[in-house]
């Protein structure tokens, strides 16, 4: 299966709001509700901050949301803090058979 | 609390088969609706899911290793197993287990993973 695309790097001034896309195929994204994001510090094990496209776990902020239309899914950090400095991927359930796939990873930088 | 821990060599030489072994905590792989799948990244780059197992023992693979690949579990351990056969320098990964849940996928507990070095 395809990596679901995902630009390299994007990055924001602390305070302003970024958006990252993951474009996938009507086999995976554009098919369910299953598009998932990760966050992911050097050297750390990656962290769950937005599943079902738009639900957020206990625990993360309000700053970070998720949408969806049609193949492609999207995550924005609204008011960026030099925390959010990280790496996100997106996943996304892709059918019975291959199950999950991943986005190619995007590098948020704060300026 | 949830925990999951990989286990495994750090070294393998090109050829060999990599057993790779997740113990975890805080849930039952009994209970409907429980999987674990594993994850790799090698350095540098993105994730790559490759297999997952769940609660009624049903396995599914990468498609593009589903070849060489295995996933096993031991209830009565909480623990679940991976092999991976005919290792190849660019299997050098960092390889994860996580805890997923069946019916949407969600990854939500992550082993803090182990890197596996293939060379001669």
């Known amino acids: 299966q395809s990596a679901l695309t995902q630009p390299a790097s994007v990055s924001g001034s602390p305070g302003q709001s970024i958006t990252i896309s993951c474009t996938g195929t009507?086999?995976?994204?554009?098919?369910?509700?299953?598009v998932s994001w990760y966050q992911q510090h050097p050297g750390k094990a990656p962290k769950l901050m937005i599943y079902?496209?738009?639900k957020r776990p206990s625990g993360v902020s309000n700053r970070f949301s998720g949408s969806k239309s049609g193949n492609t899914a999207s995550l924005t950090i609204s008011g960026l803090q030099a925390e959010d400095e990280a790496d996100y991927y997106c996943?996304?359930?892709?059918?019975?058979?291959?199950?999950?796939?991943f986005g190619g990873g995007t590098k948020l930088t704060v300026l | 609390q949830v925990t999951l821990r990989e286990s495994g060599p750090a070294l393998v030489k090109p050829t060999q088969t990599l057993t790779l072994t997740c113990t975890f905590s805080?849930?039952?792989?009994?209970?409907?609706?429980?999987?674990v799948s594993w994850i790799r990244q090698p350095p540098g780059k993105a994730l790559e899911w490759l297999a997952l197992?769940?609660?009624?023992?049903?396995?599914y693979y990468s498609t593009s290793l589903k070849t060489r690949l295995t996933i096993s579990k031991d209830t009565s351990k909480n623990q679940v197993v991976l092999t991976m056969t005919n290792m190849d320098p660019v299997d050098t990964a960092t390889y994860y287990c996580?805890?997923?849940?069946?019916?949407?996928?969600?990854?939500?507990?992550w082993g803090q993973g182990t890197l596996v070095t293939v060379s001669s």
């Open positions: 805080g849930f039952s792989l009994s209970t409907s609706g429980m999987c």
């Open positions: 996580a805890r997923t849940v069946g019916t949407t996928v969600v990854i939500d507990y």
């Open positions: 009507s086999s995976d994204v554009g098919s369910y509700n299953l």
């Open positions: 197992i769940d609660w009624d023992d049903d396995k």
């Open positions: 079902e496209v738009s």
């Open positions: 996943c996304s359930y892709a059918g019975s058979s291959t199950r999950v796939v």
